[in-house]
């Protein structure tokens, strides 16, 4: 009865198997020993320490030693909750810009490719100034053409600007932009001082 009792207490899983396999044992019987055996705690040594399940006193193993103290019961922290993206809400990603050459006219010409090139070229190096030039844009989600006048002297170099033509807003932007092409360094031109009527234009490309 003792030793069957101790098994119940300390594996309260096995209450199952006891009932089931012993038939002169009940649950009232095998509650009613459990309340017996075990011995009532003072109320100070309630207050000073945890509740834990302990085996009776007369559970001793047959060399006499107490019987091993089950550990005390730790309570699960609560599960963070789950953070969930709706489906519905995508994100979308920033639209890319995008500044290209639309049109470069030498006056009194030739206007073929051979002679446009060193000229598209070296304003070319200038796009990402350009592009830094577009956060003074005023509308910046609307894209727009920009065009000047160049005169480029028969030596080279940087060219005077004249005539800023554009739709964009902002005179911060304009005078940026100005600024960025009379900043461009061209090598000196084959038909002596050359005047350029160029015009480029910002794109936003949605991302696909």
Known sequence: MTRV?????????AVFWVRMGTSALSIATL??????AAPAASPAAAS?????????????????APAA???????????????????KQPLRPLPELKVENIGLHIGGGPND?????????AVAERFP?????????????QGGRFGVDLHVARSGGHPRV????TSLRGPDFRAC??????????????????TLSYSLRFTLVEAP
Do not use: H
């Open 5 to 13: 009792m101790g098994f119940w207490v300390n594996r309260p899983s």
């Open 31 to 36: 509650a009613s020993c459990a309340a017996t």
């Open 48 to 64: 000073s320490a945890p509740e834990q399940a302990t085996a009776p006193s007369s559970a001793r193993s047959a060399g006499g």
């Open 69 to 87: 103290r089950s550990a005390p019961v730790v309570a699960a922290s609560p599960r963070a909750p789950e953070i969930v993206l709706d489906p």
């Open 113 to 121: 490719a051979e002679t446009k090139s060193p000229f598209l070229s």
């Open 129 to 141: 100034a350009f592009m830094d030039c577009y956060r003074k844009n005023e509308d910046p989600a």
């Open 162 to 165: 004249e005539q800023p033509r």
């Open 177 to 194: 932009l100005s600024a960025v092409f009379e900043s461009v360094e061209f090598k000196k031109p084959k038909q002596g001082p050359t």
